[in-house]
């Protein structure tokens, strides 16, 4: 089954601790983007990736890492986490840019 | 940098009847595409129609279809025999060459039995 996988769903966490949330896809996409969403904003990409090794910093990129050292992985990084990155995240993928994005079931975040 | 607009923060119809939801946006190109995406409860991120800025015709999907006036930069979704399964936050997203997508801030559509 063609799927974005994350993890974990659901993560409560204390300002500082790095976390990482992981993205995968078995469709062999060359995109893939991390979105956060919050009430009345709708989703803003954090960063994006054409391809492996290629990243780009999306709408707002600050206190986020991300990696792609593999086609079908995308891992958002958190280094020092601090509460008003409490969010919805998702991943998602497509086949080329601008084809209909894949999203993952998203990641609930909450960091007090 | 694209801006999406979507004036309506919630809009309800009444089951079987028709809703349009509109959605405005800003952009200095001339090649990009279009996306709606509805959001249920289960908060799983569905796309529902997608329209090509060089295509003319308005896209339809079964029930769903676009009003694509792209002088005007608009592009509002028309849900017909509204059903109580299309109760969601339905999100209008804009996309162009290089880049990913920019959303707008969605409307909760409610639908009354």
């Known amino acids: 089954e063609a799927q974005v996988t994350q993890n974990p769903r659901y993560l409560i966490t204390v300002t500082g601790k790095k976390l990482t949330v992981t993205c995968s896809q078995n469709?062999?996409?060359?995109?893939m983007s991390w979105y956060r969403q919050d009430p009345g904003l709708g989703l803003r990409q954090i960063y994006y990736s054409m391809n492996v090794e290629v990243t780009d910093k999306g709408d707002v990129p600050e206190g986020y890492k991300v990696s792609r050292k593999e086609k079908r992985n995308f891992p958002l990084i958190l280094e020092s986490p601090s509460p008003n990155q409490t969010s919805l995240y998702f991943c998602?993928?497509?086949?080329?840019?601008?084809?209909?994005?894949?999203f993952g079931d998203g990641t609930r975040l909450s960091i007090l | 940098a694209q801006t999406v607009t979507q004036s309506q923060p919630e809009m309800s119809v009444q089951e079987a009847e028709t809703v349009t939801l509109s959605c405005t946006y800003d952009?200095?190109?001339?090649?990009?595409?279009l996306f709606w995406y509805k959001q249920p409860p289960s908060r799983q991120m569905i796309l529902v129609i997608r329209q090509e800025a060089y295509k003319q015709q308005n896209a339809t999907e079964n029930r769903f279809s676009v009003n694509f006036q792209k002088a005007a930069k608009s592009f509002s979704l028309k849900i017909s025999d509204s059903q109580l399964g299309d109760a969601a936050m339905y999100f209008c997203?804009?996309?162009?060459?290089?880049?990913?997508?920019?959303f707008g801030g969605g409307t909760r559509l409610m639908v009354k039995p």
């Open positions: 998602a993928s497509s086949e080329q840019e601008n084809q209909p994005q894949h």
């Open positions: 469709m062999n996409h060359e995109y």
């Open positions: 997203a804009y996309g162009d060459a290089g880049n990913m997508l920019t």
């Open positions: 952009t200095s190109e001339s090649d990009y595409y």
